[in-house]
């Protein structure tokens, strides 16, 4: 089990770009795969990004690929959402998430498959 914590998030203009980070706690999270997602207010959680425990595969939602970034510093024990060219409707709370693997290229998709959560950072866009 891992406890994380995300920061970065906070009120920009549409166009703008921001970086979420997602410290985790403790000592295997090199086994741990990663994902990013968000819940606007009044729909259901969405998969954003995710990331393999070795780093080595990441994978996108439609609606952020090609804008957005997820990356992983396993010395730093944190992993990164990169967005960019932010839009009103990438506005969420954006949690990161991770489910223990030993299995360094898996990737993961649904939310159901993690184990572990943090609590949200709130990104907001303006038009």
């Known amino acids: 089990q891992v406890q994380l914590v995300e920061s970065g998030g906070g009120l920009v203009q549409a166009g703008d770009s921001l970086r979420l980070s997602c410290a985790a706690s403790?000592?295997?999270?090199?086994?741990?795969?990663m994902g990013w997602f968000r819940q606007a207010p009044g729909k259901e959680r969405e998969f954003v990004a995710a990331i393999s425990s070795s780093g080595s595969r990441t994978t996108y939602a439609n609606s952020v690929k090609g804008r957005d970034s997820i990356s992983r510093d396993n010395a730093k024990n944190t992993v990164y959402l990169e967005m960019n060219n932010l839009k009103p409707e990438d506005t969420a709370v954006y949690y990161c998430?991770?489910?223990?693997?030993?299995?360094?290229?898996?990737?993961?998709?649904?939310?159901?498959?993690?184990?572990?959560w943090g609590q949200g950072t709130q990104v907001t866009v303006s038009s």
């Open positions: 403790g000592r295997t999270f090199t086994r741990y795969a």
């Open positions: 998430a991770a489910r223990y693997t030993v299995v360094a290229g898996a990737l993961f998709v649904e939310g159901s498959h993690y184990t572990d």
